[in-house]
C-alpha cells in the first residue's frame, strides 16, 4: 500500500515533540519535586492545615520528609522541617528566599505593606530595614531605654503584690505580661503609654485587632476567585473600619509630637521615641533617603504587631514551665537571690551572670517558639534545595516548632531540661538553626535583642520578689497546655497562679 506523502510527517512531529521534552521543556516530570501530600481540587492541601498548622505540618513532616511541598489553593508552599533544610533557606539561599508573599491583610492595614515585616524583598524593604536595624532597635538604643524597662518591670510587681493582698489571691500572670509588654514597648515607639491621653480611639483594642487581622487567614491570598467572601463574612468592612482607626490614631500621635517639639518641650536628654527618630528621618537628617509619612506609621505598626504579644507569649511560656518544674523554678530562684545579694531591685546590669535565667529562656523558646512557623518567606527565583527542585514565586514556610524538639538534634527533645543550654553556646540569634525562634539571616528579628531584654529583667524580678504556686489542688503535671490559635501561639487559656511576696526580698 502507497502512503502520502504527508504520512511521513506524523512520526517527525512525534520524534520532534519528544526531542524537545527531552531537552527543552522544564516539566515536572523531569524536575525532581520535593514529596507532596495528596491534594484536592481548588483548595489543594488546605484542609490539612488543622488548627494548629504548626503540628499538623509536623505530622504529615514526619510521614513526607523534611522538605513537602504542599499548595495551598493555587500556591506552591514548601514546608521545611529539618535542621540542614533550614539552613539551606536561610543562609545558603537567604537572598533568594527573603521575599514575602503578598499579603492582602498587610495591603490594607499597613499602607500597602510599607512596613519591614511584609515588605517585599527589594530597595525598598532594604532601606526600611536599615532604619529598623541601624536606628530604632540597634544595641546602643535599645540600652537607652533602659529605664523604661525597670520602670515598666517595678510598676508590673506593685500590682501583682497589691493583687496578693486582695482577696482572690489567684493573679492572671498574662493580664500582667500583656500590660506591661504593650506599656514598654508604647513608650518606647510612641513616647507615652497608649492607654493615656485623651485621645477618642482606644488605641489598646484597637492594635489588639490589628495584630488579629494580621493572623487571620485570608482565603483570597490563596484562591484569588474566592476574595468576595471576604465581603460576605464581613471582613473587609472590619478591615478597612480598624484600618481608618488606626490611621486616626498615629496621626494624632504625630501631630502630638510636632507640637510639642514646635513648643520646645522635647527633652534631649531623654532616650529619643520611635516617633522622633522616624521624624528626623523624614526630615532627611539621618539617611540618605527620605521616609514618606506612610512608611513612618507602617512601621510603628509593625512594632506593635510584631513586638508585643510575641514577647508577652514567650513571657507566659517561660513561667508555665517553671511551673510545671518546681525544681527548675528553685533553682532559677536560688541563682536569682545569690546573685541579687541584698538588692532592693535587680536591674538589668545583674543580668549577665544569670546563666540558669538565660538557659531557661532558651529552653522556653526551643519547645514554645510563640511564632512557631515564623513569618512566611517566597523565592524570588528557582533554586535547588537538598537535591529537590523548587520554583521562584514559592512561598516559605519554616517548621522551628519540628525543628526545636527534633530527637537528632536534642537528647531528650520533649522534656524542659535548662541545663542542656549551661555548656553550650548555642543561642537565639540566627546563628545555630536548631534553635531559630527568632528567624535567621537577612529577615531574621531585629527586634531579638529588646526581647531578650525584657524577658530577662521581667522574669529575674518575678522570681526574686515572688514565690509561684498552682492554683490550690492543682499538680504541676496536671497543668492544662492546651494551645490557643493564631500566628503567635500562646495558651489557650491564660496562666494563674499564687504569687506569695518573698519577705527578705
Ligand atoms: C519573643 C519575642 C519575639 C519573637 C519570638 C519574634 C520572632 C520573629 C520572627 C520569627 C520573625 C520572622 C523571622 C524570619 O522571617 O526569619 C520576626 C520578624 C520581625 N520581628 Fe520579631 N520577634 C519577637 C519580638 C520582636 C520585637 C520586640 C520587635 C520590635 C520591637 C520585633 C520586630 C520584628 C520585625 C520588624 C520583624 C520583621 C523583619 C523583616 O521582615 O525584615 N520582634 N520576629
Given at each position: 500500500m502507497d502512503l502520502p506523502w504527508y504520512s511521513l510527517l506524523i512520526p517527525l512531529f512525534v520524534f520532534i515533540f519528544f526531542l524537545h521534552q527531552c531537552f527543552f521543556t522544564t516539566s515536572n516530570y523531569q524536575k525532581k519535586l520535593p514529596p507532596s501530600p495528596k491534594k484536592l481540587p481548588i483548595i489543594g492541601n488546605l484542609h490539612q492545615l488543622g488548627s494548629h498548622p504548626h503540628r499538623s505540618l509536623h505530622k504529615l513532616s514526619q510521614k513526607y520528609g523534611p522538605v513537602m511541598l504542599l499548595h495551598f489553593g493555587s500556591k506552591p508552599v514548601l514546608v521545611v522541617s529539618s535542621v540542614d533544610a533550614a539552613r539551606e533557606i536561610m543562609k545558603t539561599h537567604d537572598i533568594v528566599c527573603s521575599s514575602r508573599p503578598k499579603s492582602r491583610m498587610a495591603d490594607r492595614l499597613l499602607y500597602g505593606s510599607k512596613d519591614v515585616a511584609f515588605s517585599p524583598y527589594g530597595e525598598y524593604w532594604r532601606q526600611i530595614r536599615s532604619v529598623v536595624v541601624f536606628h530604632l532597635l540597634s544595641n546602643k538604643r535599645v540600652r537607652s531605654y533602659h529605664d523604661i524597662r525597670e520602670e515598666e518591670t517595678s510598676n508590673m510587681i506593685e500590682k501583682i503584690r497589691h493583687g496578693c493582698d486582695s482577696?482572690?489571691?489567684?493573679?492572671?500572670l498574662r493580664d500582667h505580661f500583656c500590660s506591661l509588654t504593650g506599656n514598654i514597648i508604647s513608650r518606647v515607639a510612641l513616647g507615652r503609654k497608649y492607654d493615656e491621653g485623651k485621645s477618642t480611639i482606644n488605641a489598646k483594642v484597637t492594635i489588639g485587632e490589628l495584630g488579629e487581622l494580621l493572623g487571620t487567614f485570608n482565603i483570597g491570598d490563596y484562591?484569588?476567585?474566592?476574595?468576595w467572601i471576604n465581603k460576605i463574612i464581613g471582613l473587609d468592612t472590619k478591615s478597612e473600619k480598624v484600618a481608618k482607626k488606626l490611621d486616626t490614631f498615629l496621626e494624632s500621635v504625630i501631630e502630638e509630637h510636632i507640637n510639642r517639639n514646635k513648643k520646645g518641650k522635647y527633652n534631649t536628654s531623654e532616650a529619643k521615641d520611635f516617633v522622633d527618630i522616624l521624624r528626623e528621618i523624614q526630615n532627611g537628617k539621618e539617611t540618605s533617603f527620605s521616609l514618606q509619612r506612610d512608611s513612618l506609621k507602617a512601621l510603628i505598626l509593625d512594632i506593635f504587631a510584631a513586638g508585643t504579644d510575641t514577647t508577652y507569649t514567650a513571657l507566659e511560656w517561660i513561667m508555665t514551665e517553671l511551673l510545671r518544674h518546681p525544681r527548675a523554678m528553685k533553682k532559677l530562684q536560688n541563682e536569682v537571690r545569690e546573685l541579687a545579694q541584698d538588692k532592693a531591685e535587680i536591674k538589668e546590669d545583674d543580668l549577665g551572670n544569670m546563666h540558669y535565667l538565660k538557659a531557661v529562656i532558651k529552653e522556653t523558646l526551643r519547645l514554645h517558639p510563640p511564632i512557631p512557623l515564623l513569618v512566611p518567606r517566597e523565592s524570588i527565583e528557582d533554586i535547588k534545595l537538598l537535591g529537590y527542585n523548587i520554583a521562584a514565586k514559592t512561598q516559605v514556610i519554616i517548621n522551628a516548632w519540628t525543628i526545636g524538639r527534633d530527637p537528632l538534634s536534642w537528647k531528650n527533645s520533649e522534656e524542659f531540661h535548662p541545663?542542656?543550654?549551661?555548656?553550650?553556646?548555642?543561642?537565639?540569634?540566627?546563628?545555630?538553626?536548631?534553635?531559630?525562634p527568632f528567624g535567621a539571616g537577612r529577615r531574621g528579628c531585629p527586634g531579638t535583642a529588646f526581647a531578650i531584654v525584657v524577658n530577662e529583667l521581667a522574669l529575674a524580678r518575678l522570681v526574686h520578689k515572688f514565690n509561684f504556686a498552682l492554683p490550690k489542688g492543682l499538680k504541676p503535671e496536671d497543668l492544662d497546655m492546651t494551645e490557643g490559635n493564631g500566628v503567635a501561639i500562646r495558651r489557650k487559656l491564660p496562666l494563674l497562679a499564687v504569687a506569695t511576696p518573698c519577705s527578705t526580698y
Open positions: 482577696s482572690s489571691s489567684l493573679i492572671d484562591i484569588p476567585w474566592l476574595e541545663e542542656r543550654f549551661l555548656n553550650s553556646n548555642i543561642d537565639v540569634k540566627g546563628l545555630n538553626f536548631e534553635l531559630i
